[in-house]
Structure formats: C-alpha cells, structure tokens
C-alpha cells in the first residue's frame, strides 16, 4: 500500500505562486507514475500534470507555461511548483500514484483570490 500526504496548499492572491508537496509513505514510489489533479467545486476532477519514473513530464493545457511538476525520489516526494496564478485554478489538488491511478491522498485546497 502506498499512502500519500499533500501539503502546501492555502490563499493566495491572483499572480502570486505555491509550491505542493505529495510525501508518499508505504513503499517507495521512485517507479511510479506520479500525478497531480484537481476538483473545483461543481466540476469534475481533472488531471494538471504527470510525471513518469523517468522523470517525462506532461501538463494540462491550462497549466501549461505556470506549473512545474518534479519528483526527489530520494525523499519519496513529488511537487507541484505553481506560478502565475489565476482565480479559476481554485480547487482541491490531489496526487496520486500508480496506474488508474492507484493511490490518492486526501487533496489540499488551493484558493486564488481576484
């Protein structure tokens, strides 16, 4: 089993930034496709970013340019560094690990204010 525990989250003002952290516990995850989503209210969960146990990377159009995911397998952990950022990316983010994916964790909210 892995467990995952986000961190980071909170208020920020439009343009200002955040970084999450997701500390995975269990079993190692450096293997592990890792991912970071998110739920605004009213709207279904979408995926924001990937990262491969290679390190490949993808990203959600609207996030594109703004976020940066990155892993320290060293530290079991992967991170969401979040710049730029705007009113619609209020949402609860969760990461993730695995296939499907497999494993979530408890999600963090994100608010930007205007």
């Known amino acids: 089993q892995v467990q995952l525990v986000e961190s980071g989250g909170g208020l920020v003002q439009a343009g200002g930034s955040l970084r999450l952290s997701c500390a995975a516990s269990?079993?190692?995850?450096?293997?592990?496709?890792m991912g970071w989503y998110r739920q605004a209210p009213g709207k279904q969960r979408e995926l924001v970013a990937t990262?491969?146990?290679?390190?490949?990377?993808n990203y959600a159009d609207s996030v594109k340019g703004r976020f940066t995911i990155s892993r320290d397998n060293a530290k079991n952990t992967v991170y969401l560094q979040m710049n730029s950022l705007k009113p619609e990316d209020t949402a609860v983010y969760y990461c993730?690990?695995?296939?499907?994916?497999?494993?979530w964790g408890q999600g963090t909210q994100v608010t930007v204010s205007s």
């Open positions: 993730a690990a695995g296939l499907a994916p497999a494993y």
């Open positions: 269990g079993r190692t995850v450096s293997s592990y496709a």
């Open positions: 990262i491969t146990g290679g390190k490949s990377t």
